[in-house]
């Protein structure tokens, strides 16, 4: 049976590895399915090329250009909240949520309360609303499948095994294209230089955060809501190959990992065909060409939004949402050149200290807190700049 297939942040990154694994295998999947926030004619290319059903972009403005791109296909057009929420919660039973940020929230909840398969790479709606998705799927009998390499291995590493008998879990970290500099030689890295990850290619955000070592942060939150460990039995490994994607240890002495070529379209495989797998065309591994593994322990000094994320998760419900809120208008501000590379943990920290809140118990209240985050870290970057 074809399996249906919606894709949210369909022109990402993400979106685009599973497009690809997808169009290879046509009789295996169909589309339901797909949106972007801006980019119309990526979007309406791809819609055509795959005969979704459905092509929804996220700013509605836009709507008129995408029926324009759109016609004479047959393929319907949607735009807005609205638009999103039906991609997510129609009829597809696969959703892949690879919308950038805490804007991917609200689809990625409408879809995991209609009980779809939802294949998991927007970890910031892990990190901000984790406690109220994971009881959303428990309510609703949605899965959850981690597409994150890490807690891709995570997953993986667990399948068939007592989860009594997990000791911990070790995230490994490639420790991004600044791993080796000093604080004051990343003081004055360009948005260039912080997006060339050494390993993987990936949209700028979630690049940005791989050089602060923010992402490692936001992935131990994830891995806490994903794996229900607390914040203690998660350590992380720097390891440069980005070969091993993340380990179990059990109680027995027993160490599992899930080792791959750093190429995203091995976990978004995974969770495609999950609980079968898939034929790949990606590159193997070849150990005898790498030779050599190595390990490292984080350095928080120079990594301080490492601390800050695990600060957050060990202090309330509400931290996760300020940090992740305020990491998002920082790294925005760097990426436009409005602040150093330096500011972005430091207006984290600041926000952390500065916003007082109860901890959400609806996603309103997230998303409430969310927006109150960003307009202090926005009115913060002005007030440096002035
Ligand atoms: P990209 O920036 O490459 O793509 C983001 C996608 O989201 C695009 O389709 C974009 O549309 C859409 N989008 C952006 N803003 C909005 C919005 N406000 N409303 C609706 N849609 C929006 O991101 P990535 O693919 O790199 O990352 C996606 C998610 O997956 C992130 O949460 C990231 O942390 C996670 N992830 C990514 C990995 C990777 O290898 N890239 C690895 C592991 C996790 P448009 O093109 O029109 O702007």
Redesign the pocket.
């Known amino acids: 049976m074809r399996r249906r297939v919606a894709i949210?942040?369909?022109?990402?990154?993400?979106?685009?590895?599973t497009l690809d694994l997808i169009e290879a295998d046509p009789e295996a999947f169909e589309v339901a399915a797909l949106?972007?926030?801006?980019?119309?004619d990526?979007?309406a290319a791809s819609a055509r090329r795959t005969r979704a059903g459905l092509a929804v972009?996220?700013?509605e403005a836009l709507l008129p250009r995408l029926r324009d791109a759109l016609s004479g296909s047959g393929i319907r057009a949607a735009a807005g909240a609205q638009g999103?929420h039906e991609a997510a919660t129609g009829d597809a039973d696969w959703v892949m949520?690879?919308?950038?940020?805490c804007?991917?929230l609200e689809?990625v909840v409408a879809a995991v309360e209609a009980g779809k398969t939802v294949a998991l790479?927007?970890?910031?709606?892990l990190v901000t609303a984790g406690a109220l998705m994971i009881d959303a799927a428990t309510r609703s009998g949605a899965t959850i499948l981690p597409?994150?390499?890490e807690h891709n291995a995570i997953f993986q590493c667990l399948a068939g095994q007592d989860r009594d008998g997990v000791a911990k879990l070790f995230l490994t970290a490639s420790g991004g294209p600044f791993r080796t500099r000093t604080t004051s030689e990343m003081a004055t890295v360009t948005p260039e230089q912080a997006v060339d990850h050494p390993n993987?290619?990936?949209?700028?955000?979630?690049?940005v955060?791989s050089a602060t070592m923010m992402?490692k942060g936001?992935e131990l939150i994830e891995a806490h809501h994903l794996f229900g460990l607390r914040s203690e039995r998660i350590d992380i490994l720097v390891h440069p190959q980005s070969v091993i994607h993340s380990m179990v240890e059990y109680v027995d002495g027993s160490v599992l990992a899930q080792l791959g070529s750093p190429d995203?379209r091995v976990?978004i495989a995974h969770t495609l065909a999950w609980p079968k797998r898939m034929k790949t065309e990606v590159e193997r591994l070849d150990l005898l060409s790498i030779g050599n593994l190595s390990f490292e322990a984080p350095d928080e000094q120079r990594f301080p939004a490492l601390r800050l994320a695990r600060q957050a998760l060990e202090h309330d419900s509400a931290a996760p949402v300020v940090l992740n809120a305020a990491n998002e208008i920082a790294v925005a501000a760097f990426l436009g050149r409005r602040i150093h590379f330096s500011a972005i943990a430091d207006l984290v920290a600041d926000a952390l200290n500065a916003m007082n809140a109860a901890p959400p118990n609806t996603i309103a209240d997230v998303l409430e807190l969310d927006r109150r985050t960003r307009s202090w870290t926005s009115h913060r970057i002005a007030d440096r700049a002035a």
């Open positions: 949210l942040g369909a022109t990402g990154s993400v979106g685009r590895s949106t972007a926030a801006r980019n119309v990526q979007l972009i996220a700013d999103l949520a690879a919308i950038v940020g804007a991917g689809p790479a927007n970890k910031e709606a597409v994150d390499s993987w290619s990936m949209g700028a955000k979630i690049s955060d992402n936001l995203m976990p």
